[in-house]
Protein backbone atom coordinates (compact mmCIF):
# COMPACT_ATOMS: atom_id res chain seq x y z
CA UNK A 1 0.00 0.00 0.00
CA UNK A 2 1.55 3.15 -0.99
CA UNK A 3 1.00 6.07 2.13
CA UNK A 4 -0.31 9.13 1.31
CA UNK A 5 1.44 12.44 2.35
CA UNK A 6 0.21 13.99 5.81
CA UNK A 7 1.16 17.74 7.11
CA UNK A 8 1.99 18.53 10.05
CA UNK A 9 -1.57 19.48 11.37
CA UNK A 10 -5.10 19.00 9.53
CA UNK A 11 -8.41 19.04 10.03
CA UNK A 12 -10.59 15.61 10.68
CA UNK A 13 -14.09 13.77 11.32
CA UNK A 14 -14.41 11.46 14.20
CA UNK A 15 -17.96 10.49 12.87
CA UNK A 16 -18.60 7.97 15.99
CA UNK A 17 -17.53 11.00 18.65
CA UNK A 18 -20.14 13.29 16.84
CA UNK A 19 -16.96 15.58 16.56
CA UNK A 20 -16.45 17.35 12.63
CA UNK A 21 -13.91 19.27 11.19
CA UNK A 22 -11.71 18.86 14.42
CA UNK A 23 -7.52 20.77 14.83
CA UNK A 24 -5.10 18.31 15.01
CA UNK A 25 -1.59 18.04 15.21
CA UNK A 26 0.05 15.25 13.46
CA UNK A 27 2.98 13.94 16.28
CA UNK A 28 5.70 11.65 14.87
CA UNK A 29 7.33 11.80 18.76
CA UNK A 30 3.92 10.43 20.15
CA UNK A 31 3.68 7.00 20.16
CA UNK A 32 -0.46 6.98 21.37
CA UNK A 33 -2.94 9.37 19.89
CA UNK A 34 -4.59 11.68 22.68
CA UNK A 35 -8.15 13.54 22.27
CA UNK A 36 -9.14 15.73 24.82
CA UNK A 37 -12.26 15.29 26.66
CA UNK A 38 -13.50 17.61 29.32
CA UNK A 39 -15.45 14.95 31.78
CA UNK A 40 -15.07 11.73 32.34
CA UNK A 41 -17.19 9.04 34.14
CA UNK A 42 -17.01 5.70 34.86
CA UNK A 43 -20.77 4.20 35.92
CA UNK A 44 -22.16 0.57 35.40
CA UNK A 45 -19.36 -0.53 33.61
CA UNK A 46 -19.59 2.07 31.33
CA UNK A 47 -17.11 5.06 30.26
CA UNK A 48 -19.29 8.26 29.74
CA UNK A 49 -17.20 11.25 28.00
CA UNK A 50 -18.00 14.93 27.51
CA UNK A 51 -15.91 16.35 24.75
CA UNK A 52 -16.05 19.87 24.96
CA UNK A 53 -13.67 22.67 24.65
CA UNK A 54 -14.36 26.55 24.94
CA UNK A 55 -11.56 27.11 23.00
CA UNK A 56 -12.54 24.62 20.30
CA UNK A 57 -15.97 25.51 19.11
CA UNK A 58 -16.38 21.87 17.39
CA UNK A 59 -16.06 19.88 20.41
CA UNK A 60 -20.19 19.50 20.63
CA UNK A 61 -20.25 19.13 24.46
CA UNK A 62 -22.11 16.00 23.57
CA UNK A 63 -21.74 12.75 26.02
CA UNK A 64 -20.65 9.96 24.23
CA UNK A 65 -20.89 6.62 26.49
CA UNK A 66 -18.68 3.73 25.71
CA UNK A 67 -18.97 -0.29 26.54
CA UNK A 68 -15.83 -0.94 25.79
CA UNK A 69 -12.77 0.71 26.83
CA UNK A 70 -9.31 0.53 29.09
CA UNK A 71 -6.48 1.99 30.31
CA UNK A 72 -2.76 2.63 28.95
CA UNK A 73 0.06 3.86 30.45
CA UNK A 74 1.35 7.26 28.54
CA UNK A 75 4.88 9.05 29.14
CA UNK A 76 4.90 12.83 28.38
CA UNK A 77 7.77 14.31 26.98
CA UNK A 78 9.37 14.89 30.24
CA UNK A 79 9.62 11.77 31.52
CA UNK A 80 6.41 11.24 33.91
CA UNK A 81 3.94 8.24 33.61
CA UNK A 82 0.28 8.93 33.12
CA UNK A 83 -2.44 6.29 33.09
CA UNK A 84 -5.13 7.26 30.87
CA UNK A 85 -8.41 5.26 29.53
CA UNK A 86 -8.47 4.16 26.37
CA UNK A 87 -11.14 4.04 23.66
CA UNK A 88 -11.50 2.71 19.78
CA UNK A 89 -13.05 5.10 17.51
CA UNK A 90 -13.02 5.83 13.90
CA UNK A 91 -11.58 8.92 11.95
CA UNK A 92 -11.86 10.08 8.17
CA UNK A 93 -8.46 11.36 6.82
CA UNK A 94 -8.53 11.90 2.68
CA UNK A 95 -12.50 10.45 2.29
CA UNK A 96 -11.33 6.90 4.08
CA UNK A 97 -12.52 5.94 7.50
CA UNK A 98 -9.83 4.31 9.67
CA UNK A 99 -9.87 2.67 13.03
CA UNK A 100 -7.50 4.69 15.63
CA UNK A 101 -7.07 4.37 19.28
CA UNK A 102 -7.40 7.45 21.43
CA UNK A 103 -6.42 8.05 25.01
CA UNK A 104 -8.66 10.07 26.85
CA UNK A 105 -6.45 13.53 28.33
CA UNK A 106 -6.94 16.83 29.66
CA UNK A 107 -6.16 18.89 26.60
CA UNK A 108 -7.91 22.46 27.33
CA UNK A 109 -4.62 24.87 26.97
CA UNK A 110 -3.37 23.13 24.29
CA UNK A 111 -3.82 24.43 20.89
CA UNK A 112 -5.03 21.68 19.06
CA UNK A 113 -7.37 18.93 20.88
CA UNK A 114 -6.48 16.38 19.33
CA UNK A 115 -2.51 14.68 18.79
CA UNK A 116 -2.11 11.58 16.11
CA UNK A 117 1.10 9.92 17.10
CA UNK A 118 2.76 7.21 14.90
CA UNK A 119 1.15 4.03 16.26
CA UNK A 120 -1.83 5.48 13.86
CA UNK A 121 0.33 7.01 11.06
CA UNK A 122 3.14 4.27 10.53
CA UNK A 123 2.73 2.18 7.48
CA UNK A 124 -0.67 4.24 6.34
CA UNK A 125 1.02 8.46 6.56
CA UNK A 126 4.22 10.08 6.02
CA UNK A 127 4.87 13.12 6.85
CA UNK A 128 5.62 16.73 5.28
CA UNK A 129 6.25 19.30 7.82
CA UNK A 130 6.47 21.86 5.15
CA UNK A 131 2.02 20.81 4.29
CA UNK A 132 -0.96 21.77 6.09
CA UNK A 133 -4.47 20.22 6.25
CA UNK A 134 -4.06 18.30 3.17
CA UNK A 135 -6.89 15.88 4.03
CA UNK A 136 -9.33 18.81 4.77
CA UNK A 137 -8.03 20.76 1.41
CA UNK A 138 -8.84 17.71 -0.62
CA UNK A 139 -12.31 17.03 0.72
CA UNK A 140 -13.34 20.64 -0.01
CA UNK A 141 -12.38 19.91 -3.57
Known amino acids: MEKKIIGRVDKVDFPKLNLYCIDVKIDSGAYTSAI ?58 FGKTYKINLTLSTRAEMKFPVLIGRQFISRKFMIDVDKENLSYKKSQE
Open 36 to 93: HCSKIKEENNQLKCTFYSKGHPNFSGKEVIFDSYSFTNVKSSNGQVETRYKIKSEIVL
